[in-house]
């Protein structure tokens, strides 16, 4: 019998310097180039970081990024190095690292969420209930909640909040302000050339992707990279194509197990969060499982 994944909620490494705990990753210097990033198992709903780790978790976000980074690079270079994580930490501490970890370059993060969309949802939803649009772009009447955009993907960016704040969507003039005409115009071609292509490729595996989350970084020539993760659970709406019907949500693979649960509990969405039951752990850790799985084969 293969015993339990043991789960990581955060990281203790003492082989390198700590700089920052995020929702879901550590991080920690290398040198004045290099970063360690460690992808963690815990889970954030609501904006509040869980306090029960989901068995796995880290190491599909780590080994769904490494495919979309390599498969993608092709569009826009991405922050990995060819440093191996686990030549930086001790023996003790290598089960810190052992498939969730990256040595990635350190760049200046751009202060926006690139967020492409290629189906109404979520918040897009709501915008284009109030408005009939979406960050500013006039949509077509008549549309269904998770209907198809009729006109392509569209970018639709959003502020960065702090830690247990909302991101707000902003429109692409917002966008120019704080990054000037030509380094937004590119952002935007680059999330939608990086969404289409991963859409192409999802749709053949039985997935669609519905929208996703990107970030970009800066080296200090101004080069831009993809950075932090790359279409994953945690970032992306995955639903399976055979279940897909516009006017009602499709199931997905993400933590909606999680968001569902909490939903039922007596509780003011602020930190602590409610303990998730084994049960829910389960279903969301096979969620994460089979997606890796259908869109990697691994």
């Not at 302000?177 to 192409?200: C, F, H, M, P, W």
């Not at 829910?280 to 084969?297: N, P």
Request: neutral net charge; glycine residues 6%; charged residues 25%.
């Amino acid at each position: 019998m293969t015993p339990p994944e043991k789960t990581l909620l955060e990281s203790n490494l003492t082989s390198l310097k700590f700089l920052h705990r995020g929702k879901v990753r550590d991080i920690y210097a290398v040198d004045e180039h290099k970063l360690l990033i460690i992808q963690t198992d815990r889970l954030s709903a609501f904006d509040v970081v869980l306090q029960t780790p989901v068995p796995g978790k880290g190491k599909v976000l780590t080994a769904m990024s490494s495919f979309w980074f390599r498969k993608l690079d092709h569009i826009i270079p991405n922050h990995l190095t060819e440093l191996s994580p686990e030549s930086l930490v001790s023996t003790e501490e290598l089960g810190q690292v052992l498939g969730r970890a990256f040595v990635v370059k350190r760049l200046k993060p751009l202060p926006i969420e690139a967020i492409v969309r290629g189906y109404v949802v979520g918040s897009g939803w709501k915008d284009y209930q109030k408005t009939g649009a979406i960050c500013g772009i006039r949509l077509p009447a008549g549309l269904q909640v998770a209907s198809k955009l009729p006109g392509g993907a569209i970018f639709t960016p959003s502020t960065k909040a702090d830690q247990g704040a909302h991101d707000e969507n902003i429109s692409f003039p917002e966008v120019e302000k704080l990054l000037g005409n030509a380094l937004a115009v590119q952002v935007r071609e680059k999330a939608i050339a990086l969404y289409t292509e991963a859409s192409d490729y999802a749709a053949k595996k039985g997935i669609i992707i519905a929208d996703t989350k990107f970030e970009f970084g800066q080296d200090d020539t101004g080069k831009l990279y993809l950075i932090d993760e790359a279409l994953t659970p945690d970032s992306s709406r995955f639903w399976p194509a055979d279940q897909y019907a516009p006017g009602k949500n499709p199931p997905s693979y993400d933590k909606q197990f999680v968001r569902d649960w909490l939903e039922t509990q007596d509780w003011n969405k602020k930190a602590p969060a409610p303990t998730l039951p084994a049960n829910i752990l389960a279903k969301t850790s096979e969620k994460y499982q089979e997606v890796l799985r259908l869109l990697t084969e691994k």
